[in-house]
């Protein structure tokens, strides 16, 4: 068996571990249990296999086969802050919605009408505002580690210059948020709370195969600005 085939068995046995701990009965429970009891630690592990594993499918598309990212150990290391903010965002937006609108919320008759509103409203503002932001950090985050494995060390407006804003707003912005996130967690944010763990979990693959592919624009030459040299 080739090498990239070998990796592409790997990487499929590792979702399918995953999904087996969510369907079997047993293992179902006990990860609802870990969930709720230690929501920001599940939140951390969960992006820290499963973002990674969407950037690794990433690189392993545009190269046809399966690399090492530079700085792995970092990069897993921020999937799993995010994770955890992810997980703080979720109950946030969805708190501060129900608030918002609980004096005037819409009289629907069709019940799932009344659950898709507040629901895509949810999803609105948290991916036209956090959603942004965090994708903008992740992008300078990711920027920086490999910077600094090619024995860079770069200053602030040397990391700015060395991303490809355009492409950045062109696509995770400008198609990504309105096509993709948006409608996904309007679907997330109408399950039961424990559910939407475990979507988001699932999400965090696609979440990596995103940011990693629009990140590789930036190779762009017709895009992308070079870092000055560096001076202090």
């Not at 590792?14 to 369907?23: E, G, M, P, Y």
């Not at 598309?61 to 530079?70: D, F, G, H, I, N």
């Not at 024995?151 to 400008?174: E, M, R, S, Y």
């Amino acid at each position: 068996m080739k090498r990239t085939h070998l990796g592409d068995l790997l990487w499929l046995l590792v979702l399918a571990a995953f999904t087996a701990l969510l369907v079997i009965p047993a293992s179902h429970q006990v990860f609802i249990q870990l969930t709720t009891h230690y929501p920001y630690g599940m939140g951390f592990l969960k992006f820290a296999l499963l973002a990674t594993m969407g950037e690794l499918l990433a690189l392993r598309l545009a190269q046809r086969a399966w690399k090492k990212p530079v700085g792995l150990f970092f990069k897993i290391i921020v999937w799993g802050v995010i994770g955890v903010l992810i997980t703080f965002m979720f109950s946030f937006y969805s708190a501060g919605v129900a608030a918002m609108i609980s004096g005037d919320k819409p009289a629907f008759n069709n019940s799932l009408l009344s659950t898709l509103y507040p629901a895509f409203l949810t999803s609105l503002i948290m991916n036209l505002t956090f959603g942004i932001v965090f994708m903008a950090l992740h992008r300078m985050s990711d920027t920086y580690i490999e910077m600094r494995f090619d024995q860079q060390k770069p200053t602030f407006n040397q990391l700015i210059g060395a991303i490809n804003w355009q492409a950045f707003i062109t696509f995770v912005v400008g198609k990504t948020i309105p096509l993709f996130w948006i409608p996904a967690h309007t679907i997330t944010f109408m399950l039961a709370p424990y559910l939407r763990v475990v979507v988001a979990a699932y999400l965090s693959i696609v979440l990596g195969l995103i940011l990693a592919y629009a990140k590789r624009n930036d190779a762009d030459p017709s895009f992308t600005q070079k870092p000055s040299p560096n001076t202090n």
